[in-house]
């Protein structure tokens, strides 16, 4: 029930934000060099390494490491960066991971495939064997305002609780926060 869910809201939302996304390309390319999409290695389900793309906020060279492990995240966004990050634009390559299955609209977020501390804490509660999500319950607590551990208590109680009306409420808690820019420091 979950993929079915997934699959036709990816396919009406790629309808809908067609041309928003076509503009929102064009303009990370005009406003510095490099491609529109930047693919990140990330950890998916059972720890399989999967490409998940995000419209580029950062300059080309930057490290490929968590945003809050940069000595200044700032001097590494590009022009129109801290406008994707904070609006979560950024995210929006990211229906086609959920149209590949790679991911769902709900889970916990796909770590970075360096971040250790995250993928071992995960693993060792059964969070990996979930499917990552563009949003998540840690997501709407905190984002990027939390600490690894408190994230993983997040994803804990996700997999625990999770149904199709939590994942409904999740997404509309993030519809909310996204609207108010809440919990996101870079």
Known sequence: ?????DLVLA????AVLLVPVAIIALAVRLTSPGPALYWSDRVGRNNRIFKMPKF??????TPAVATHL???????????GPFLRKSSLDELPQLWSIL???????G???ALFNQTDLIELRTGRGVHLLVPGLTGW??????????IPVKVQFDVEYLQRRSL????????LTFVKVLRRDGVTH
């Open 1 to 5: 029930m979950k993929r079915l869910f």
């Open 11 to 14: 396919l009406f939302v790629a």
């Open 56 to 61: 580029r906020s950062m300059r080309i060279g």
């Open 70 to 80: 940069l000595s200044d995240p700032k001097a590494y966004l590009t022009p129109i």
């Open 100 to 106: 590949m299955g790679d991911m769902s609209f709900v």
């Open 108 to 110: 916990p977020r796909p």
């Open 138 to 147: 840690a997501q709407v607590n905190g984002r990027d305002e939390l600490p």
């Open 165 to 172: 009306g939590f994942d409904i409420r999740i997404l509309w």
